[in-house]
């Protein structure tokens, strides 16, 4: 199985089963730049979403439509710049965790959780 994933200016979809069946799906048009790309099941039913983090939202595709939802939206300080998914409560669902307030140039502070 191959999954391609890309997301400069836009979000493309790729999945095959072999190299012959493969075809690109662009799915999402309204994002400039994704950080960090997770294949995680949000809404439990089974099935990968895709979550997207670009510089001030988190947003997920619901699979197989992929119908964009919006998890949070300038709530952190720019940029968002990667995700992590688990349950950390131990609740028996999926908590996410973003990493917030990139300073490339500031190695000493800086940067959320």
């Not at 950080?35 to 990968?48: F, H, P, Q, S, T």
């Not at 997207?52 to 709530?75: A, C, M, Y």
């Not at 995700?83 to 950390?88: E, G, L, P, T, V």
Request: aromatic fraction near 6%.
């Amino acid at each position: 199985m191959l999954l391609t994933i890309t997301t400069l200016g836009l979000l493309n979809l790729a999945l095959a089963i072999n190299p012959d069946d493969f075809k690109m799906q662009e799915i999402d048009r309204s994002l400039t730049v994704g950080y960090a790309v997770i294949l995680e099941d949000i809404n439990e039913d089974g099935k990968k979403d895709i979550v997207v983090v670009d510089s001030n939202r988190v947003i997920w595709f619901e699979n197989p439509t992929w119908k964009l939802h919006t998890i949070i939206t300038g709530q952190t300080k720019p940029d968002n710049v990667c995700i992590a998914a688990h349950d950390i409560d131990g609740d028996g669902h999926l908590d996410l965790v973003i990493g917030a307030d990139w300073k490339p140039f500031n190695t000493k502070s800086g940067g959320t959780l």
